[in-house]
């Protein structure tokens, strides 16, 4: 299986504040790197797909890079709605794995 | 508009079937490409996909829980099903259901039906 490990697993930000989180694969997974942002008691939502292509909807603060087995996710400006936890996941290969999630608070 | 919404029995015991059903509107699972998957999360815990099945009935499933999972479709009433025989204090999660994009993306996802296993 591919193990996806992310940092942090907390995050603390001030409104208005840039914050990046970073995914590495465990292998090269070819950019099938995906983000997910999960709101208090809510279902996850996709944010970015294949590493750095942003979702319909989803605000131009977002955005994604990385490629082979590193990849990050960088909110600019932070909003209060962007408290939330982020999840990355590997869609190269099954068994289709997630990172164990950033959780993003405001300071 | 898609939506999805998943439905199961809400609590059960150890060693009992698990039977989940993902009712489905604003796309078909006999369109071309289309695929609807399964993953959980234990309360306060990471994801963890389970299984999918595409349009073709196509059916992919984790190996951690293979033995253990059945993943059906009835297209022509918009549901998608997920079965887990043997169940344990493990398999206590919230259960969702996701359409899939492309390869194992998961788009749009339902609300999510919690699941507790005790005895």
């Known amino acids: 299986d591919i193990q996806m490990t992310q940092s942090p697993a907390s995050l603390s930000a001030s409104l208005g504040e840039t914050v990046t989180i970073e995914c590495l694969a465990s292998?090269?997974?070819?950019?099938?790197l995906a983000w997910y942002q999960q709101k208090p008691g809510k279902s996850p939502q996709l944010l970015i797909y294949y590493a750095n292509s942003l979702n319909d909807g989803v605000p131009s603060r977002f955005s994604g890079s990385g490629s082979g087995t590193q990849y990050s996710l960088k909110i600019n400006s932070l909003q209060s709605e962007d408290v939330s936890i982020y999840f990355c996941q590997q869609n190269y290969d099954s068994p289709y794995t997630f990172g164990a999630g950033t959780k993003l608070e405001l300071k | 508009q898609v939506t999805l919404k998943e439905s199961g029995p809400g609590i059960l015991q150890p060693s009992q079937t698990l039977s989940l059903t993902c009712t489905f509107s604003?796309?078909?699972?006999?369109?071309?490409?289309?695929?609807v998957g399964w993953i959980r999360q234990p309360s306060g815990k990471g994801l963890e996909w389970l299984a999918n099945?595409?349009?073709?009935?196509?059916?992919y499933y984790n190996p951690s829980l293979k033995n253990r999972l059945t993943i059906s479709k009835d297209t022509s009433n918009n549901q998608a099903f997920l079965k887990i025989t043997n169940v344990d204090t493990a398999d206590t999660a919230t259960y969702y259901c996701?359409?899939?994009?492309?390869?194992?993306?998961?788009?749009?996802w339902g609300q999510g039906v919690m699941v507790t296993v005790s005895s």
């Open positions: 099945i595409w349009w073709d009935d196509d059916k």
């Open positions: 292998e090269d997974i070819y950019s099938n």
């Open positions: 996701a359409r899939i994009r492309g390869v194992s993306l998961f788009d749009y």
């Open positions: 604003g796309f078909s699972l006999s369109t071309y490409g289309m695929g």
